[in-house]
């Protein structure tokens, strides 16, 4: 395994990122496996099991309002980090904090996510690939983080 992301890992960030920051639905659905599983930050409301499920939570959250702005991006040859910081006048939405969001990519799709509100505990998660049982598939990911912005 290589250890730092490759130009196809690199574009997921930027339209992941671009997907969030718009409440752009239709793109951040090109970005999803049809399985994709979603974990809320440190046990949060219930998570979701499909791309579908992922979708319509986003499109209520947008339809309330919510907007997320990347505060922090970390690209890893299998997974993405990104700090996100939640604006809107209704829960989860707190301008005051961060949340990190670890996206594992498997094949140009992100596969997983799962939220930490603890920036170092996410980035140990991406950087290992420890995120609930995708260390096997993937194997560990080795190398420095290779990109930051903010």
Same mark, same amino acid.
């Given at each position: 395994?290589?250890?730092?992301?490759?130009?196809?890992?690199?574009?997921?960030?930027?339209?992941?990122?671009?997907?969030?920051?718009?409440?752009?639905?239709?793109?951040?659905?090109?970005?999803?496996?049809?399985?994709?599983?979603?974990?809320?930050?440190?046990?949060?409301?219930?998570?979701? @099991?499909?791309?579908?499920?992922?979708?319509?939570?986003?499109? /209520?959250?947008?339809?309330?309002?919510? =907007? *997320? &702005? $990347?505060? !922090?991006?970390?690209?890893?040859?299998?997974?993405?980090?990104?700090?996100?910081?939640?604006?809107?006048?209704?829960?989860?939405?707190?301008?005051?904090?961060?949340?990190? @969001?670890?996206?594992?990519?498997?094949?140009?799709?992100?596969? /997983?996510?799962?939220?930490?509100?603890? =920036? *170092? &505990? $996410?980035? !140990?998660?991406?950087?290992?690939?420890?995120?609930?049982?995708?260390?096997?598939?993937?194997?560990?990911?080795?190398?420095?983080?290779?990109?930051?912005?903010?």
């Amino acid at each position: 395994m290589t250890s730092s992301p490759s130009a196809g890992q690199r574009v997921v960030t930027a339209r992941l990122r671009e997907a969030l920051e718009t409440a752009d639905c239709l793109l951040l659905a090109d970005l999803l496996h049809p399985n994709v599983h979603w974990s809320p930050p440190e046990g949060g409301a219930t998570g979701c @099991h499909a791309r579908s499920h992922v979708l319509s939570r986003c499109s /209520r959250l947008y339809a309330l309002g919510l =907007r *997320a &702005r $990347a505060e !922090e991006t970390f690209t890893y040859p299998a997974a993405v980090v990104l700090g996100l910081r939640i604006h809107g006048t209704v829960p989860p939405a707190d301008p005051e904090s961060v949340s990190y @969001h670890v996206f594992d990519v498997t094949g140009g799709l992100i596969t /997983r996510i799962a939220g930490y509100a603890d =920036r *170092a &505990r $996410a980035l !140990e998660a991406a950087f290992t690939g420890a995120t609930a049982g995708y260390a096997g598939e993937r194997g560990t990911v080795r190398g420095p983080r290779t990109g930051a912005s903010g």
